[in-house]
């Protein structure tokens, strides 16, 4: 474990107070539970302050540095397809209410949504497409992405420390990566109380819990706020589990990531011909088109 770790997770076994913690976890989970379930309403200055301290003192959250990473991105397009590539990516033309609160992007602020490409099948495509809600008879734009040679892109990964928790390494995480996480976990196992531990583990499977639930107007307030903590200068975006197709690996990117470290490259038009449930999909790649470098023109 690298020394500034040891000493974060050291110095937040004295200076936070066990029960205190375990008490304001639970609440808060609750609370913020309760208005997404439109059981009570909170201001957003209440939504604001719980997640702050919930992600701010119950949450170590470790860079993963990955390299060659491959990304799908569809939007509808309804019966004309898209013009440029810049178009598929995240939104430029913002303003204070476009585009529209999302999972975590505030109203008003773009992000890059896209799924992660892992394995040599489409399940990648399958889950873009449910993703953005495709039904049967939809036409899409899809992009694919790769992540230029050379860079990094840091995410930090929500859920990781419930799977490290209960041993289950997710398919797209290292073996290095996984037990990287473990160390750790079994040094705050070490410095933590218990009632300390716990806290932490609310915390983490909450985070997890909500952004791979079904949007509504009431989640995306409360998940929306974690961007602008999540999102640091150095770090590049979140990578969690997809909605529809749970354990899948899907990604939040900022503006600044997309533009310096990522290269659009390809994009097809998928007609969907079934929707099965979940992200099991019958589709029909119509065209195919390339990129123009300089212009992001879709050329089919």
């Known amino acids: 474990m690298e020394p500034k770790l040891k000493n974060l997770i050291d ?39 719980k997640i702050d301290y919930l992600a701010g003192c119950l949450t170590i959250t470790l860079d993963f540095p990955t390299q060659e990473l491959e990304f799908l991105r569809a939007r509808m397009c309804e019966d004309e397809k898209f013009c440029y590539a810049d178009d598929l990516s995240y939104i430029k033309n913002t303003t204070p209410t476009f585009p529209k609160i999302g999972r975590l992007n505030l109203a008003g602020s773009a992000l890059f949504y896209g799924s992660v490409i892992v394995k040599k099948d489409d399940s990648a495509l399958r889950v873009a497409l449910s993703e ?61 109380s218990p009632e300390l531990l716990l806290a932490y583990e609310l915390t983490d499977r909450f985070f997890a819990d909500i952004l791979s639930r079904k949007g509504s107007e009431a989640l995306y307030q409360v998940t929306s706020t974690l961007s602008s903590i999540f999102m640091s200068e150095h770090i590049d975006g979140v990578l969690y589990s997809s909605v529809h197709a749970k354990g899948e690996p899907v990604v939040a990117l900022t503006p600044a990531a997309v533009d310096s470290k990522l290269e659009h490259r390809l994009a097809c038009h998928v007609m969907v011909e079934k929707c099965y449930g979940y992200e099991f999909y019958k589709y029909k790649t119509i065209a195919k088109a390339s990129i123009t470098k300089n212009t992001s023109k879709l050329n089919w």
């Not at 913690?21 to 939504?47: E, F, G, P, R, V």
């Open 132 to 192: 953005v809600g495709a039904k049967e008879l939809d036409h899409l734009n899809v992009l694919r992405s790769y992540q230029k040679a050379g860079c990094d892109l840091c995410l930090r990964i929500i859920g990781i420390w419930d799977y490290v928790r209960r041993d289950e390494r997710p398919y797209y995480i290292g073996i290095d990566v996984f037990e990287y996480y473990k160390e750790a976990r079994a040094y705050m196992g070490k410095k933590f």
């Open 11 to 49: 110095c937040k076994s004295k200076v936070e107070c066990s029960n205190l913690a375990l008490q304001h976890s639970s609440t808060y989970i609750h609370q913020l539970t309760d208005h997404i379930n439109n059981s009570c309403k909170l201001s957003s200055i209440d939504i604001n302050n």
